[in-house]
């Protein structure tokens, strides 16, 4: 009689880990390409501006394409082909190393951030399904994050290998690193065939519990969220300017830039499933759903000084800059994927995680285009006012999120 929490507890953290590792090779792939595609359009002769606008293009697709993933994962409830679909797409990747071609590279970098728009909504979904009657969805998500950021740690000391032992950081040196990415591809497919098979063939995914909202649609708060989400990202530091700012001042080696990159992602590893637990913590002494919410305050206050450390003249300032980088990173993937789970109805979470991300996205883009272009302007100074205005203006949302929070709750 004993064994009903146990078995209840067990399927949850099954479908943590597994989707976690998925992630993990995932993670190897992408971000590996993420820590390095700055520096390597630097050395091809593409402006800041052109790569700003480059990268935000590629998150505001890979974001919005989410909001209609998520209302496909809605209607239909198939998750399974979003992902097959969403992670073959990572083989792009590995074809960044065969072109030096800027037009087919920027289709290249397109694509990878569509096959992760297509593959994001479903999965968290059905994480946060599984998790938040059973281990909690601060944790499971934080649990996940954390499992991420081992791929994204391992995966850019690819290109750290490859420097190092070259003794050189040329166009052959990056599309080597390109190329190496192969390998971690090939084995998550493998890994995500036996995946299916195995959540299929043992039932992992309980049944769902879709009551306890008033009603079926998004609620006030989540609008009042979703803006919080949007100024917080708009002023958000990004780390194509950030990479680019290292490689153009000569302020640290391509390896030093690369190893900076997973180093802060080791941070973001920690620090999601620290603020996981807190926000799962903050939920159960208030009693109330909404309860974590007040975590979200951690971000606009973390995020202030980013600017200011990651792109001054120091080499060491940016260090720093990385380590609180890591924080918020940490704090953007769990308590803010968490939060959509609770002030979402089941039914339309989806929809939420794809109107979340698209706000997500096009924040990245208004932000990394602009700062991007203010770089080249040499304009640091105003990326530094511009980031501080956001975050204040974020600020102000979370005041009203809580107070919206509260008087629900009332």
Not at 24 to 50: C, F, H, K, P, W
Request: aromatic share 12%; hydrophobic share 50%.
């Amino acid at each position: 009689m004993n064994t009903q929490p146990k078995k209840r507890f067990a399927p949850a953290v099954t479908v943590i880990i597994l989707f976690g590792v998925i992630s993990m090779l995932g993670d190897m792939v992408y971000e590996t390409a993420r820590s390095a595609n700055s520096q390597y359009l630097n050395l091809l002769g593409i402006s800041a501006a052109q790569v700003g606008l480059v990268f935000g293009i590629g998150e505001f697709l890979g974001y919005f394409l989410r909001l209609v993933a998520g209302v496909f994962s809605d209607k239909t409830g198939r998750h399974w082909p979003f992902m097959f679909v969403g992670y073959g797409m990572l083989l792009v990747v590995v074809l960044i190393g065969l072109t030096m071609n800027w037009n087919i590279l920027i289709i290249l970098i397109l694509l990878e951030r569509i096959g992760k728009a297509l593959r994001s909504p479903a999965k968290d979904t059905v994480l946060s399904a599984v998790s938040e009657h059973q281990v909690g969805i601060g944790f499971a998500f934080g649990l996940q994050e954390a499992l991420d950021q081992i791929g994204a740690f391992v995966g850019p000391l690819v290109f750290t290998a490859v420097f190092y032992f070259s003794g050189k950081n040329g166009t052959v040196q990056y599309q080597t690193g390109y190329r190496l990415l192969a390998v971690p591809f090939v084995i998550l497919m493998f890994f995500l065939t036996f995946v299916y098979r195995k959540v299929k063939r043992e039932q992992l995914i309980p049944a769902v519990d879709k009551g306890g909202f008033k009603s079926e649609r998004l609620q006030n708060i989540f609008w009042v969220y979703t803006a919080f989400t949007f100024l917080c990202t708009l002023g958000f530091v990004n780390f194509s300017t950030i990479g680019y700012h290292l490689k153009a001042g000569r302020l640290m080696s391509d390896g030093n830039i690369t190893l900076v990159y997973s180093m802060a992602m080791i941070v973001d590893a920690v620090a999601a499933v620290l603020v996981g637990k807190a926000y799962d913590r903050l939920k159960k002494k208030s009693g109330s759903k909404t309860g974590g919410l007040a975590v979200l305050m951690a971000i606009p206050l973390a995020s202030l000084p980013l600017p200011f450390l990651t792109l001054s003249d120091s080499a060491v300032m940016p260090v720093i800059g990385m380590v609180i980088f890591g924080i918020v990173m940490g704090t953007h993937e769990t308590v803010m994927r968490s939060a959509i789970a609770d002030i979402t109805p089941f039914s339309k979470r989806g929809t939420g995680y794809g109107v979340f991300n698209t706000a997500y996205g096009l924040a990245l883009l208004g932000g990394a285009s602009l700062m991007g272009w203010l770089y080249d302007l040499k304009q640091t100074n105003v990326i530094m006012l511009f980031a501080c205005c956001a975050q204040a203006a974020a600020f102000i949302m979370f005041i009203k999120i809580r107070r919206m929070a509260k008087a629900d709750n009332g």
